[in-house]
């Protein structure tokens, strides 16, 4: 078998909050890692998150338009082995749903298998495809309580459904699922000599592998902080989530096992906001007075009564990769947005 340090990993939307951990994991696990980005400024942002990588074991592609599969000919050949695709086009205002949103993101997803079919067959051995829960979930079904996704679940909406949502956030899932359909459908028809993982998390948390300078990031590892100075404890809409660490090697497990070939994998534990808050509280006395108390303790069962539940067994039986408890990504993600709280203050 070829060792990791003979190895090069393209990774697309490497600036991304879940692409610099993905690697980071990957560089710490002796691969070599080519990123591919949309602009210099995204560039510079690897370059600084991993100084003594660059030039050694990093490189970057500057690919401005994830769409046209002709834009990957200077980041793939025949040197890389395994691709994963975490990028997604940049959606502004969405006036037409299949313009602005259905076929960037079907034609996102797809183009990249082109072009790895096209510029890196040799080499290449496998994909993984970053997918996301949502495209697991049937919305017609609500929150759902008493049931729990898992892998068997398909997301049902088509392409004609999705072209009169109104909802942008509805519009979304519907993406998300579409381009994942897409990316089956363009294996079963084109066979090609490598194969593919699709990886499913639900939210991703957890602190940020570069310094955040505000809490009021973007990213959806800042929703951790959305609990402090709230209100009351915020309504559940979300079910399960993975700490970005976590992902990251869930990820560079699902390039090492042989298993994995063809596989999806829902890669999530139990969440919610009560137990988040909990620990919270528990962990950092110097926040108690800034979040809300609500019902200590009754977190998980007041969420099996609300809102589905998912099972995300299976990375750990195949991958081998047990997740953080929800008190670790909880713990630390509030020590880094305390630190930017400072940062702002000074």
């Known amino acids: 078998m070829v060792s990791p340090s003979e190895q090069t990993i393209l990774v697309t939307g490497a600036n991304g909050y879940i692409a610099l951990h993905i ?104 994909v993984i495809h970053l997918s996301s829960l949502p495209a697991m979930l049937n919305p017609a079904q609500g929150f759902r309580p008493g049931y729990t996704y898992s892998e068997k679940d398909y997301n049902p909406i088509t392409f004609d459904e999705a072209v009169s949502i109104a909802d942008r956030s509805e519009l979304y899932i519907a993406s998300k699922s579409l381009s994942e359909r897409a990316v089956w459908d363009w294996f079963s028809q084109n066979k090609p000599s490598f194969d593919l993982v699709c990886i499913n998390p639900s939210m991703i948390l957890g602190p940020h592998l570069d310094r955040i300078e505000s809490t009021q990031t973007t990213s959806t590892g800042a929703m951790l902080w959305a609990i402090v100075d709230a209100a009351s404890i915020p309504a559940l809409m979300f079910a399960g989530c993975v700490d970005a660490r976590d992902c990251a090697a869930i990820i560079r497990a699902a390039i090492e096992t042989p298993e994995a070939s063809g596989q999806r994998y829902l890669v999530a534990r139990h969440f919610d906001w009560q137990t988040a808050a909990d620990i919270a509280r528990e962990h950092h006395p110097e926040l108690a007075s800034r979040i809300p108390i609500g019902e200590p303790g009754s977190g998980k069962s007041k969420a099996e009564e609300r809102i589905y539940q998912v099972d995300g067994s299976k990375v750990v039986q195949q991958l081998g990769i047990e997740y953080r408890s929800l008190a670790t990504t909880v713990t630390d993600s509030m020590l880094e947005f305390l630190a930017a709280e400072k940062r702002e203050h000074n």
């Open 23 to 126: 690697i980071n994991e990957l560089l710490q696990s002796d691969y070599r890692v080519r990123g591919a980005v949309r602009s210099q400024k995204a560039s510079d942002k690897v370059r600084e998150t991993f100084p003594s990588y660059w030039g050694s074991r990093l490189e970057i592609a500057i690919v401005t338009d994830i769409t046209n599969s002709k834009n990957y000919n200077g980041a793939l050949d025949d040197t890389i082995t395994a691709v994963i695709h975490t990028a997604s086009p940049v959606h502004g205002v969405v006036e037409d749903n299949i313009r602005d949103m259905l076929n960037p993101a079907i034609q996102g997803a797809t183009a990249i298998l082109d072009a790895v079919s096209r510029l890196a067959s040799s080499s290449g051995r496998r």
